[in-house]
């Protein structure tokens, strides 16, 4: 039986006789970069892009949401906050409240800066939207205001979403103080 031969290691042959350490490390560097760029540049990059591309195409086929998007515009690339939050609007079906809620942010510009000094308003649900005057008067006037507002309302947030405009007059204090109050009836001699 006879022994085969040691197989020679790839790259330029060794001698330490010949070749002194720092010669040798500078060729085998050297070889290195040149397969680097070899391998680099050419069909080589493109075939490794192309295969790139499909791993990426694959996975987000399989729905792992990993890869890359592509030249067109996908629902994993940079989106604007404004249409992100337009589209979570309608999607939640919050649309009619958040056109009411431009309207209050923009009160005085509504129902005028008069009205609005001296009116507020407080909440809005179901379709309801209440207001609260700062006197009594000012509630009449607001009152008397209903239809000439309800179609400011309608032209700013559209036909029935403000299907009523309640007004109330001020509250009266209230003589609830802390947390702990005596049960009963409360002062007589103020409002009777």
Sequence with gaps: ???????????????????PPEDLARSLLAAARASARAGRSGRGQAQRRRSRYAAAAANAAAGSGGGFSGPAPDDRDPQAIGDTVDRLVAERGWSDDASVGAVIGRWPDVVGEDVAAHCAPERF??????????????????RLLAPVLQRRLDEEVGVGVVVRLEV?????????????????????????
Excluded: F, I
């Design 125 to 142: 649900a179901d379709g309801v939207l209440v207001v609260r005057a700062d006197s009594t008067t000012w509630a009449t006037q607001v």
């Design 1 to 19: 039986m006879s022994a085969d031969p040691p197989a020679e290691p790839a790259g330029p042959p060794v001698d330490p006789a010949v070749d």
């Design 168 to 192: 109330l007059g001020p509250g009266r204090p209230s003589w609830r103080k802390g947390a702990l109050n005596v049960p009963g009836r409360g002062p007589r001699d103020t409002y009777g």
